[in-house]
């Protein structure tokens, strides 16, 4: 018997380590192409990119993965308890693996076999760390094992904090979330240190399965899973019973964060900037590098800038009348059905979509489209409302077939079914006001001239309308808004703002083609100052000045202020038919404004990355002494900038002082009710097809141009000074309401000379019709009366006999029309 037990003693030792030998060559095997766990110390997961404005406000997030990195410090206790009781509360006690869950598992999934049941884990955080960052998530026994060695290599290598942290900013908590902290604003909008216990509980049930625990599809078993995390916090002695009753009181409370931009009509802007970031750094930094944005936006003057040109698009698209409801839909039924699924403004508030109900005499009765929950689903309320048809007057002017029409009633104009945008009236709970979506567009920017920072940009009436941005990418005419490009080259070569030039017929021969430009008004002023030529916007003025000095020249201070990067020399080019856009023409302005220093538009402060490094800033001014270590009686340290001098200082305050007339005298007068010292010029291209006005204040440039999309005419009789000096001058308003009234500076050195308005000669003391002019060192007023463009033999100087008018003028020093 001794000898028997001794052989299967033996028998059984020898098939053991056989037993082990296999499970060693085995896991070993497993072990040779296991992932290095080493890659979690470089562990940089895809991180979401945010975007701010210059004020700090949140203007917009992109993420493949939204998440926001925590450290495991910044992690409240609260947060880390209900985790740990959902997911693994010996953590911090077992060294990888827990044995007594293992067992648990082996056990349930030995009495489920062949039940089809799926087989139920055991994995610790450890376990869920190796898996989620180094292995598949295949259901297989050799996976699980190759889960358990790395498992125990990870815990060797790393403080359990490091794991924790590790897991809670990795795991996929539903809505496109990851991460503890991103999972907390997704949900609730909230930062992590904000959660209560219910809420730190629902999120601790949502690793299990998102889809499983959805707030809105599956609220009941979402809520048994939260209570159940609750108790198991209990259990573990992490809060008391009273505390868990209370929190298992409350609903989930889930309270969606929305997705896109968040600062209110910072659209354009934000789209412009998320452009740059992809071009600068591609698409890969942009959606996972965790890249910090300052912009350079002013979220005051933003709001500012889109109510000035909305207003101004909409009075312009309301005088040419109502062009009809936004669709029709069946009313015969519940009517909120179809009116919930007609896409309305999600960036004019404002407005709300309707349905006519009844259409009559006096007006409408309405049906307002009903809100969505955070479900996704309609609200069961039909809320009505009325539009009278005094609030309606301008539809009563209806297109019908490209006719205009007018109505003697509402009911001439809507029809029960059609669906219309409203306004709620101020002051009401029920009355409203008919609106209709702008056919116009256009585009504005307002920038700091100093440092070519963006404050505000508009590219269109809504961004929700159309995501082209006309500030940035329209290509338009800017017609006369060009002319100071054209004055400032002059004043820079020799002539001076009481040179006088011809403003008479003229027309230009080039090979088999001929060309007779016209002032705006048809008519001619004769001899008349260069201040005369741009304060009322003269063409042929413009053209003569264009022509004497040579194109070459025009296109080479063009090309020098940014408004083109090549522009053809031809004479049709000075008076602004070449393309350019909003963005450029406004950064030349800012040229003028700021003394002739050439400016980069920026729409971006600094770029940190991920860990606060900055890695982009646009104000490169250097500063020698700002880093000092200490005060030695040293001076105070100066910002240096090495920006390139484009213009000479003088000649900049020479075509600022020239477009202050045009503000004061000339064509924008009505810019001049502000009581601003303002310098500016309007733009008014050929059959009307773009307005524009340009202007500024000494630390504010702004510029604004309306126009068709599909270049048309505006209509006779419409002008930049008209329609898109009233949109800047409600923008200025607001933008320079309690700041000071600084007038521009004059440059060391410059002459101030009273001279005769028409003859540009100095003026005697006490001379009517009079004007200060400002000279460079060494110029000054002619001499003698003077005309350029007007040849000895008493022709137009280009070859053509004056009329016997023009000669008059000339005689009597200039002056009168003809």
Not at 117 to 127: E, F, K, L, M
């Amino acid at each position: 018997m001794i000898r028997l037990i001794g052989y299967f003693f033996g028998i059984g030792t020898a098939l053991a380590l056989l037993v082990a030998g296999a499970v060693a060559i085995y896991i070993g095997s497993l072990s040779k192409d296991l992932p290095d766990y080493e890659v979690l110390a470089k562990y940089e997961p895809p991180v979401t990119t945010r975007i701010h404005a210059s004020d700090g406000s949140l203007m917009a997030e992109y993420a493949h993965e939204r998440r926001l990195y925590l450290p495991i410090q910044a992690v409240p206790d609260r947060v880390k308890a209900a985790f740990l009781s959902a997911e693994d509360k010996n953590f911090y006690n077992h060294p990888g693996i827990d044995a007594t869950g293992l067992a648990r598992a082996v056990v349930t999934n030995f009495q489920n076999m062949g039940s089809g049941r799926r087989q139920v884990g055991a994995s610790t955080i450890t376990q869920q760390v190796a898996k989620n960052f180094l292995l598949t998530s295949d259901q297989t026994y050799e996976r699980k094992i190759r889960e358990m060695i790395l498992s125990f290599r990870i815990e060797q290598a790393y403080s359990k904090d490091r794991i924790l942290e590790l897991y809670l900013n990795e795991i996929f908590f539903g809505l496109g979330s990851y991460g503890i902290a991103g999972a907390a604003l997704t949900y609730f909008d909230k930062s992590v240190n904000e959660l209560t216990t219910s809420e730190a509980a629902y999120l601790a049930a949502l690793p299990k399965g998102p889809s499983n625990y959805h707030p809105f599809r599956h609220t009941e078993r979402a809520l048994e899973r939260r209570n159940w995390v609750i108790d198991q916090m209990v259990e573990n002695n992490y809060i008391s019973r009273e505390e868990a009753d209370k929190a298992k009181a409350e609903g989930l409370g889930v309270k969606l964060r929305r997705g896109g931009t968040y600062l209110f009509a910072g659209e354009y802007f934000t789209e412009e900037v998320r452009r740059e970031i992809s071009a600068r750094y591609g698409q890969t930094a942009l959606y996972e590098g965790g890249l910090s944005v300052r912009t350079t936006l002013n979220p005051e003057l933003q709001r500012a800038a889109r109510k000035a040109m909305q207003t101004g698009l909409i009075k312009y698209d309301t005088l040419r009348g109502y062009r009809g409801p936004v669709t029709t839909i069946d009313v015969s039924g519940d009517w909120g059905v179809p009116l919930g699924d007609v896409k309305s403004l999600d960036d004019v508030p404002e407005w709300t979509l309707a349905v006519v109900l009844e259409s009559g005499a006096s007006g409408l009765r309405i049906g307002l489209k009903p809100a969505r929950q955070a479900s996704g689903e309609l609200v069961r309320e039909r809320v009505e409302g009325t539009v009278s048809k005094e609030h309606m007057s301008f539809a009563m002017r209806h297109v019908v077939d490209g006719r205009t029409l007018k109505a003697n009633s509402p009911a001439d104009v809507l029809k029960p079914g059609d669906v219309i945008f409203v306004e709620k009236r101020e002051g009401s709970d029920s009355a409203y006001a008919l609106r209709q979506l702008p056919e116009v567009s256009g585009g504005m920017i307002a920038m700091d001239p100093h440092t070519g920072r963006v404050l505000a940009m508009v590219g269109g009436f809504s961004y929700s309308q159309s995501e082209f941005n006309r500030a940035t990418q329209a290509m338009r005419q800017p017609g006369s808004s060009f002319k100071p490009i054209v004055y400032a080259a002059a004043l820079d070569n020799g002539y001076t703002p009481a040179s006088v030039i011809m403003d008479g017929p003229i027309t230009i021969q080039s090979g088999n083609t001929t060309w007779t430009p016209k002032n705006y008004d048809g008519r001619a002023a004769g001899p008349s100052t260069l201040r005369s030529g741009i304060e009322r916007s003269r063409n042929l003025m413009t053209v003569r000045l264009a022509n004497d000095m040579g194109m070459k020249l025009v296109a080479e201070y063009a090309e020098r202020f940014g408004v083109y990067d090549k522009l053809a020399p031809y004479l049709p080019m000075s008076l602004g038919s070449g393309e350019t856009t909003v963005m450029r023409m406004v950064s030349a302005y800012a040229i003028m404004a700021n003394g002739g220093r050439s400016i980069k538009p920026s729409l971006i402060d600094r770029i940190q990355d991920r860990y606060g490094k900055t890695v982009f800033r646009h104000d490169d001014r250097g500063c020698e002494g700002c880093n000092a270590s200490e005060w030695q009686n040293q001076p105070e340290p100066e910002l240096v900038d090495n920006a390139e001098q484009v213009l000479d200082p003088m000649t900049a305050y020479q075509i600022t002082s020239m477009m202050v007339g045009v503000v004061q005298r000339g064509t924008a007068t009505s810019v001049a009710e502000l009581g601003r010292h303002i310098a500016g010029k309007t733009g008014t291209t050929n059959d009307e097809k773009d307005a524009w006005f340009i202007g500024y204040a000494p630390n504010l440039v702004v510029g604004v141009y309306l126009g068709y999309d599909k270049p048309r005419s505006l209509g006779r009789g419409t002008t930049g000074g008209g329609l898109a000096a009233p949109v800047f001058k409600d923008f200025m308003r607001v933008a320079l309401d309690g700041t000071p009234n600084v007038d521009f500076k004059v440059p060391e050195g410059m002459n101030l000379v009273s001279i005769d308005r028409k003859t540009g000669m100095q003026a005697a003391p006490g001379q009517p019709g009079t004007i200060v002019e400002a000279f460079k060192p060494g110029t000054g007023p002619a001499d003698s009366y003077w005309v350029i463009g007007m040849g000895e033999d008493g022709s137009n100087g280009y070859g053509e006999a004056l009329s016997p008018q023009a000669s008059q003028a000339i005689q009597s020093g200039g002056g009168g029309l003809y």
